[in-house]
């Protein structure tokens, strides 16, 4: 079950994070999801969390351009899901505190990657 039960909560969630101008606005499901890949391009959601980056890849057109107030949740039933399954992982990823596990395990990540893990 996800943590979120709509994109409408995402998008609530998404302003909670800190990580977006307040006046940034999530009103279509495409805005909702290039938040969410954002947040993913972070190292401390992506060395844990790689999907969210290529979200909106295998979404379809129809669905981005909708209005997440009145989406039809049975028409875009499945592209919601994955949606709310891949913000259910990236927020909280987000959102938690690193401990210095975490942060070993990041600096690991990137340099298993190639990068500096100073940078």
Do not use: C
Not at 26 to 48: I, P
Not at 87 to 93: D, E, N, R
């Amino acid at each position: 079950m996800s943590t979120y039960e709509n994109l409408t909560q995402v998008a609530e969630a998404l302003r909670d994070t800190g990580a977006f101008h307040p006046a940034q606005e999530f009103d279509t499901a495409e805005q909702v999801v290039v938040a969410v890949a954002s947040l993913n391009k972070y190292d401390k959601v992506y060395a844990y969390k790689e999907s969210g980056l290529t979200l909106k890849e295998d979404l379809s057109a129809e669905f981005l351009v909708e209005p997440i107030a009145d989406i039809d949740e049975d028409v875009f039933e499945p592209e919601i899901a994955q949606v709310l399954d891949v913000a259910g992982s990236v927020i909280p990823l987000w959102n938690r505190k690193l401990s210095e596990s975490d942060e070993e395990y990041i600096q690991e990540d990137k340099q298993s990657r190639g990068e500096d893990p100073d940078d």
